[in-house]
């Protein structure tokens, strides 16, 4: 009896010493883009969004205990032109009024390297909850010439933009659409591990 109560005590204390191995990083906005591009006409158009806040747990020893959370506000896109900018902030696409987070959650962690993962998770654009799946690029960790903890990824994927309730668009003479319904999202993330 005993010896099953020693086994058991090592099982958790390894599970916790797992668990606490993550290091919790703090999105560094002034390192980190969030970026998106869509095809327009013939062409493609760049933005970003520039208010965001995130918080990723990374240990490279134990990808199970890697997760990840962020929060966009809608109103900061940025695609250098105003009128258009307007327009996404409407009831035509974002409603930033109505919608003023979008919101992404980790549910899990599939296809681990050394060098990255595909990361799942949960996207949330004008209240409506869509799973994604997020190649992420790991380079690395290390400290800065101030003594903060550093760690870099760059983060991927394509969604429809119609899944999320993104529908606007015109049809030109052609028969062409005006606007993609794909959106490519190019995350450069960089975070100061929180002591």
């Known amino acids: 009896m005993?010896?099953?109560?020693?086994?058991?005590?090592?099982?958790?204390?390894?599970i916790v010493a797992q668990a606490a191995s993550a290091v919790t990083f703090k999105v560094d906005p002034d390192h980190t883009t969030v970026e998106f591009r869509v095809r327009h006409v013939f062409s493609y158009v760049k933005g970003t969004f520039d208010q965001?806040?995130?918080?990723?747990?990374?240990?490279?020893?134990?990808?199970?205990?890697?997760?990840a959370k962020g929060l966009i506000q809608?109103?900061?896109?940025?695609?250098r032109v105003v009128q258009r900018d307007n327009h996404l902030r409407s009831k035509d696409f974002f409603e930033v009024e109505k919608f003023p987070i979008i919101d992404f959650k980790t549910?899990?962690?599939?296809?681990?390297?050394?060098?990255?993962?595909?990361?799942h998770g949960v996207l949330t654009i004008r209240?409506?909850?869509k799973p994604v799946v997020l190649d992420v690029a790991v380079h690395g960790v290390a400290?800065?010439?101030?003594?903060?903890?550093?760690?870099?990824?760059?983060?991927?994927?394509t969604i429809n933009r119609k899944d999320f309730g993104l529908t606007w668009?015109?049809?030109?003479?052609?028969?062409?659409?005006l606007v993609g319904e794909e959106v490519e999202i190019t995350v450069e993330v960089e975070g100061i591990a929180q002591k």
């Open 52 to 67: 965001f806040d995130g918080m990723f747990d990374y240990d490279a020893d134990h990808p199970e205990t890697w997760k």
């Open 2 to 14: 005993r010896r099953k109560i020693t086994v058991f005590v090592f099982l958790i204390s390894l």
């Open 107 to 119: 549910t899990d962690i599939t296809d681990v390297t050394p060098k990255g993962s595909k990361v």
């Open 143 to 157: 400290k800065d010439p101030w003594g903060n903890v550093r760690a870099g990824l760059t983060a991927t994927t």
């Open 74 to 79: 809608a109103a900061s896109i940025n695609t």
């Open 169 to 177: 668009n015109q049809v030109l003479e052609t028969g062409q659409l």
């Open 127 to 129: 209240g409506i909850a």
